[in-house]
């Protein structure tokens, strides 16, 4: 029996595969709204139920934290009829659908934009913006924002939410000390530079109560930047684990989601491999995955409970059909 078509249950979710589609960013979203060629991407590759999970790009929960013009909003109250519309298209055929709620901080497609610090990214994207630092009650109302914005996935109908803390996002900023040079209680030891994502996720599972899922997008390590570790992963996951996620997306972190020089499939199972061994939640891993075998003998060697394949599936609507009837 092939592990990647063996069921897999996070929390009471049951998924019938464990092939996940990971968030990928279509652009295909005007003023924030789900638009109907945005649905019929998700549609087709979701036809016949293949992908156990799939789990919709970024989504902006406030203006502020909008990444690009073409994003999807989870904003407002009114964004949830369009997301419903969304979510139904993703479950048709039994794939469960989780929603990703991002805020973009220095990243930011604003003139304005808030982070950890007042910092210029290393790539320069924010240098021509006025660029701030949030202070301690900007930061309450961040975490309520969250909260509200996971609330709003919930009510739309999706299996569940996932907290995007990766390449090179707000919370990913407040966790790696390349970005975050505060000095208060949210900036310094791992402890503090972790306490804000925690904080969003206690909110988050208050918000949306004990039975519904919540996932956190981890960017585990700065390969190749000096900034976090694998070592800060595992007892960043053990944390996360603590305050209430049911499971963990593995990922790149100010690196993005490649790795320079790395190119063998699953290159962030450096990370995965020993944050599965440290936690008891199931973890996604994704990364250079493109060839069904591979994803199999990923799990095979336990380094992950979770395939995620992107850019085959972004590039063929048809891949998960084709791999999965082998
Ligand atoms: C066009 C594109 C958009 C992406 N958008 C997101 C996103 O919205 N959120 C996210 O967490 N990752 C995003 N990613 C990263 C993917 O989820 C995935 O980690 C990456 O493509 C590596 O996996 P792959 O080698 O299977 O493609 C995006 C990747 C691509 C190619």
New binding site residues.
């Given amino acids: 029996m092939s592990l990647i078509k063996t069921p897999i249950k996070i929390r009471d979710l049951t998924l019938n595969s464990r092939l996940v589609m990971?968030?990928?960013?279509t652009s295909k979203s005007e003023d924030g709204k789900v638009s109907d060629d945005l649905l019929a991407y998700y549609a087709q590759r979701a036809q016949g139920g293949y992908i156990g999970l799939i789990i919709t790009?970024?989504c902006f929960i406030s203006k502020a934290g909008q990444a690009s013009e073409n994003q999807i909003s989870v904003s407002q109250d009114e964004d949830i009829a369009g997301l419903s519309r969304l979510a139904q298209t993703i479950k048709k055929d039994g794939s469960k659908a989780i929603l990703?709620i991002n805020h973009a901080g220095l990243n930011g497609f604003a003139d304005t934009v808030y982070g950890p610090s007042a910092i210029v990214l290393p790539n320069g994207k924010n240098k021509d913006k006025k660029v701030l630092a949030f202070s301690q009650d900007e930061l309450k109302e961040l975490v309520r924002q969250y909260a509200e914005a996971a609330l709003r996935v919930k009510k739309a109908g999706f299996d569940g939410v996932e907290i995007?803390a990766?390449?090179g996002y707000l919370l990913n900023q407040f966790y790696t000390p390349l970005l975050n040079k505060r000095e208060d209680e949210y900036g310094g030891s791992l402890d503090k530079r972790i306490r804000i994502i925690i904080e969003v996720v206690k909110a988050v599972r208050e918000k949306v109560g004990p039975d519904f899922v919540v996932a956190l997008?981890l960017g585990a390590c700065d390969y190749g930047f000096p900034g976090t570790t694998i070592d800060d992963s595992i007892y960043a996951a053990k944390e996360f684990e603590k305050a209430s996620i049911d499971l963990i997306d593995i990922?790149g972190g100010c690196n993005g989601?490649?790795r320079k020089d790395v190119t063998y499939p699953g290159y962030f199972k450096d990370a995965s491999a020993p944050i599965k061994n440290a936690v008891s939640i199931p973890v996604i891993l994704?990364?250079?995955?493109?060839d069904i075998k591979d994803a199999e003998k990923l799990l095979e060697e336990g380094a992950a409970d979770l395939i995620?394949?992107?850019?085959?599936l972004?590039k063929d609507a048809d891949w998960a059909k084709n791999a999965m009837a082998e």
């Fill in positions: 990971p968030p990928m960013a790009e970024h990703q995007h990766a390449h997008r990922t989601f490649v994704t990364g250079g995955i493109s995620g394949v992107g850019r085959a972004y």
